[in-house]
């Protein structure tokens, strides 16, 4: 850290020593956890689960992982808001928009 001088890093999305050091504690993590493919594992089961429900209100269902997503149909006459507490009732979480 001595060798950065007043200026060197002015930078928002450049990289440093601190940030190196993290990313690569994080992405050993990764790999020893398995987590990729644990993601892939869950978010598959998710996606067979969102493809099982029986609703008039979903237009779709996709994803990747835990990245999913369903399509509301414009008639649907919900709120996304009103959806997403629900969801999380049951244990998702959803960004309402």
């Known amino acids: 850290?001595?060798?950065?001088?007043?200026?060197?890093?002015?930078?928002?999305f450049g990289g440093n020593p601190l940030c190196t050091a993290i990313a690569k504690t994080a992405l050993a993590i990764?790999?020893?956890?398995?987590?990729?493919?644990?993601?892939?594992?869950?978010?598959?089961y998710m996606l067979e689960k969102l493809e099982g429900l029986d609703s008039?209100?979903?237009?779709?269902v996709r994803g990747r992982g835990l990245l999913s997503s369903l399509d509301v149909k414009r008639d649907a006459n919900v709120n996304s808001h009103d959806l997403s507490e629900i969801m999380r009732d049951y244990g998702v979480l959803a960004e309402p928009t």
């Open 1 to 12: 850290m001595n060798t950065l001088k007043l200026g060197d890093h002015g930078s928002t």
């Open 30 to 44: 990764i790999v020893e956890e398995g987590l990729a493919a644990r993601a892939n594992e869950t978010g598959t």
């Open 56 to 60: 008039s209100m979903v237009s779709a």
